[in-house]
């Protein structure tokens, strides 16, 4: 039919007698992508700065390779908790979910900064980082929903996600900050040019854990950068009736910090690579705080609007949305247009489409399975099951 049609449309331009000589060459119009410009220089919101003369830069150069990838990464990871949201309410997954979505730009911004050799840790909010540190959506989407396809082999779930390097993904409020520093002080002690980035929530800021932490890194002059992620409600508790002080970057007293506009990729970006340069060099710790906001509520059983009103959530989504904020600069500066955008929407919608397929059709664990990963590189040994005759035989 293709064919057919391109055959009549070149008679048509080639007039009447275009039958007795040989068909004229059609040209068809095709986008041109040498006509977008490579890089374009952003101007950058200003960091608030404790303990420092100097702060990261106010511009910064974003390639358009970088920022497609950055658009397909936060696209990605938008509408995968969106199908989790989804599957959630369809009772496919079950137990605890606490979804990332409206906070893409701070992990695709801290991944930017960083080595694939450096470290993270954070809370229960993971499925961002386990994706950006490399593990696939069809595996997210499977530990989700439980079967052995998943990251954890489905017995981890939403709060216990790891890959190389990222260490969770963890259940307990703050108890990944005292993990995180012993992370960097293994980093330091084998002499390895390496940070550990320590992420927690502003409802865990007042920890007396963290603040135990923060004392040792900073005594030990630790190559860890402290991050708490203000999505201005712990839980269903505004920043501001859970804290004398909202000023979460100046915590660490003693060590450097910087607040940073966490809907903004750029700015999450160089304000990192500032961080991990400070502690690369022997500084010690710094702590960062990310201004940001989460769409959904809490967790899944909260449906988020109790606290804050729906225009709040609105007028967030309409004016400081991280994905549409990039969209925005790109197509403003040349760098890609909207319908090269919209193809690459389409493909990650297929994307996690297909993920989801696999996550609902992959078989369950079996219950051997259930003695399994208790130890690394340890021979192998029995683990009682769920009665006093059942015995399983444990492996790596």
């Not at 950055?70 to 599957?87: F, G, S, V």
């Not at 927690?200 to 920890?207: C, L, P, V």
């Not at 500032?274 to 967790?299: I, N, W």
Request: glycine share 10%.
């Amino acid at each position: 039919m293709r064919k057919m049609l391109l055959a009549a449309l070149s008679r048509l331009l080639q007039g009447p007698a275009a039958h007795h000589k040989p068909a004229a060459r059609l040209v068809v119009a095709s986008r041109n992508y040498a006509d977008f410009a490579n890089e374009a220089s952003f101007d950058i919101k200003k960091c608030d700065l404790h303990r420092l003369e100097e702060g990261p830069p106010t511009t910064a150069v974003m390639t358009r390779e970088q920022g497609l990838q950055y658009y397909r990464t936060m696209q990605t990871i938008r509408r995968m908790e969106l199908k989790a949201d989804q599957l959630y309410k369809q009772k496919i997954i079950r137990g605890f979910c606490h979804l990332y979505d409206g906070q893409e730009a701070c992990c695709v911004g801290l991944e930017a900064a960083i080595n694939k050799t450096d470290h993270l840790i954070t809370a229960y909010r993971a499925h961002g980082f386990t994706y950006t540190r490399g593990i696939a959506v069809r595996e997210i989407l499977a530990e989700l929903t439980g079967r052995k396809g998943g990251c954890a082999k489905g017995k981890g779930g939403s709060m216990h996600m790891y890959a190389k390097n990222f260490y969770g993904g963890n259940g307990i409020v703050g108890a990944q900050v005292p993990l995180g520093a012993g992370i960097a002080l293994a980093c330091k002690y084998f002499g390895k040019d390496e940070v550990c980035l320590t992420l927690y929530g502003d409802g865990a800021a007042n920890q007396g854990q963290i603040f135990e932490t923060f004392n040792m890194a900073a005594l030990w002059k630790l190559p860890c950068i402290f991050i708490c992620e203000n999505n201005r409600y712990g839980m269903g508790t505004s920043v501001e009736r859970a804290a004398a002080s909202t000023d979460y970057y100046k915590r660490g007293d003693f060590i450097p910090g910087l607040r940073v506009d966490g809907m903004d990729i750029l700015a999450v970006r160089e304000a990192t690579k500032f961080a991990a340069d400070h502690c690369r060099s022997g500084k010690g710790p710094m702590v960062m705080e990310l201004q940001t906001y989460r769409y959904h509520g809490h967790s899944m059983s909260d449906p988020g609007i109790s606290y804050r009103t729906r225009e709040e959530i609105q007028e967030v989504r309409s004016k400081s949305d991280p994905i549409t904020l990039l969209k925005d600069r790109m197509v403003n500066n040349n760098l890609a247009n909207v319908e090269e955008l919209k193809e690459i929407d389409v493909e990650v919608r297929k994307h996690i489409e297909d993920a989801a397929q696999f996550a609902t059709t992959d078989p369950e664990p079996s219950l051997e399975e259930l003695g399994n990963c208790i130890y690394s590189n340890e021979p192998p040994f029995e683990v009682r099951g769920p009665n006093q005759w059942t015995r399983y035989k444990s492996v790596g």
